[in-house]
DNA sequence: GTCTCGGCAAATGTCGACAATCGACATCCG
DNA sequence: CGGATGTCGATTGTCGACATTTGCCGAGAC
């Protein structure tokens, strides 16, 4: 593109993000270089870089001399994925425990409820977007660049990969009950608390997301 | 080559590697891709693949349109990754700990001695290798993917990047000591326990390196 | 003396072509 | 008929050349 003055890697790298959540791409599926580099109008250099990225955010797997794969995550992968993103974010909340303030506590609960609403109305969308930012905003606050860019990478693989399924997991009111009791951890200031909130919230999301990929299809 | 029926990537990875380990290549320099294209008589795609992994382990990063860099972190960032290698293997023991049986655990003293053992002979290699097949028993246990994907990769950062200056940070006894102490928590079966000890192993250390390179040197 | 502008060298970014490898199908032999 | 083997098409791996960008250096103006 024109507008980001970066090279064309980042730019496969976004149509590759976008096919992926239009579901043009599915778990297993072959991801095919030639395909892209025509598709794209580039040839096969730039599409390389940009998928030896993907397969270094895990969103790709790579056999050599056969080709990048889209990741097709076992339940016991998608339970371990989860798990650590509960650890990396827990972590991050509670070292940054000190720096929410009451304002940003606030801005936390109104989320919960905007995202109870767009549940409610069905906007998938909105409700993914408001997602994100929620959690955004909790492991941000955190100064400890490393522990950061691991919980970026990690959310992002996990967004991309269970980004459809959000809205089956669970109802509308667990949704906001879920999210507002961590804000309410968050006001108490205990850090092994925080910690473990953070753990548990993904745990179970994981479990049910490794669940329902049991029943509807087998992975890898 | 013939030897190895991978790519040529793997190789020339290999050969950064090494020339960090000796210090051939040192925080801050470019690494260029023409140069180690001749050098290892390939083309730069090969190279270019490699490097691209590289920062992706966090080894080097990358500057668009300008090359790539041996990574030279503050001793802020040195301190966060060592805190986060902390979290990492901590929760990764604690995992696994019922899986430690007595065999293991004295495995490991032995290896608290031997390591004391080398740090006093002057025996850096020996040493640095014991350290890291402790630290492997150690987190290796778990059966978290996702989790020891992240760890092996800070890991391996850490070691290359700071490989050098592990004999100078403690006294052999410390070394010995540190690491007893672990043993000794695992002993005791307590999962809070083992997170705990881990991330302080890791957050003394993380400081004292820190503190070595803000004395010796700026980085950056 | 300092600042600006323009050009030059060097490095990365991209391309198209060729080579090596893998998987599948067809074939051959027991 | 079953298993091993050979062949073929498709895909990745590698190469050398060209395009583009960057940062430096020096000439010239103020």
Redesign the interface.
């Known amino acids: 593109m024109v507008i980001n003055k970066?090279?064309y890697k980042d730019y496969v790298v976004a149509h590759v993000y976008e096919r992926l959540q239009k579901g043009e791409l599915n778990p297993g599926d072959q991801v095919l270089e030639s395909r892209l580099a025509t598709e794209l109008g580039l040839s096969r250099?730039p599409i390389?870089?940009a998928l030896?990225?993907l397969v270094?955010d895990?969103l790709l797997t790579y056999k050599?001399?056969v080709g990048n794969f889209v990741a097709a995550l076992s339940p016991?992968?998608i339970i371990?994925?989860y798990?650590?993103r509960g650890?990396?974010e827990g972590?991050a909340v509670a070292e940054a425990l000190e720096g929410f303030t009451e304002e940003d506590l606030e801005d936390l609960e109104e989320y919960c409820l905007q995202m109870e609403k767009h549940a409610r109305r069905g906007k998938q969308k909105e409700l993914i977007e408001i997602g994100t930012e929620f959690h955004h905003l909790l492991f941000n606050k955190s100064n400890?660049?490393?522990?950061i860019e691991?919980t970026q990478r990690?959310s992002h693989k996990l967004h991309l990969l269970f980004y459809k399924h959000w809205a089956s997991l669970y109802t509308p009111e667990e949704i906001r009950d879920r999210h507002q009791a961590l804000v309410c951890v968050l006001r108490r200031k205990e850090r092994?608390l925080v910690e473990q909130a953070l753990r548990e919230h993904y745990n179970e999301t994981g479990q049910k997301v490794a669940r329902f990929y049991n029943e509807n299809e087998e992975g890898v």
């Open positions: 970066s090279t250099a390389r870089e030896q990225q270094g895990g050599p001399q016991k992968e371990d994925a798990v650590t650890l990396l972590f400890n660049i490393q522990l691991y990690l092994p």
